[in-house]
């Protein structure tokens, strides 16, 4: 599967930003996917992950009651809309797919590229 990330940018914080992850194959409503972002001198870390129906969505709790995660399985896409972005959301953020819910990196087997997000104070 390959995924392709896209809607990073600057944004001043409480600021609002969209990311979008699109998926080359038709098996995409297969996969279990999730958003993970990694900042400058720290590790990646989990953001949210939704099931391949959409019905269970899951989030770290720094993000919980901001962040949206959401998928359109009809066009291949997963969302991420994340609102009041403060400057420690600033960093990398990945899409990945995975056969079963996780929060760990390793579970992941496909990754986008990362897009950046930067939110300034």
């Known amino acids: ?3 392709q990330a896209s809607g990073g940018g600057l944004v001043q914080a409480g600021g609002s930003l969209r990311l979008s992850c699109a998926a080359s194959e038709r098996t995409f409503s297969s996969y279990v996917m ?15 992950g939704i099931s391949w129906s959409g019905v ?19 066009k291949n896409t997963v969302y991420l809309q994340m609102n009041s972005l403060k400057p420690e ?25 990362g897009t950046q997000v930067t939110v300034s104070s």
Do not use: H, M
Not at 61 to 74: E, H, L, P, Q, W
């Open 34 to 48: 999730g958003w993970f972002r990694q900042a400058p001198g720290k590790e990646r870390e989990f953001v949210a």
């Open 56 to 74: 269970s969505t899951y989030y770290a709790d720094s993000v919980k009651g901001r962040f949206t995660i959401s998928r359109d399985n009809a």
């Open 89 to 113: 959301d600033t960093a990398v953020y990945y899409c990945a797919a995975a056969k079963w819910a996780s929060r760990e990196v390793a579970a992941y087997d496909y990754w986008g590229q």
């Open 1 to 3: 599967v390959q995924l």
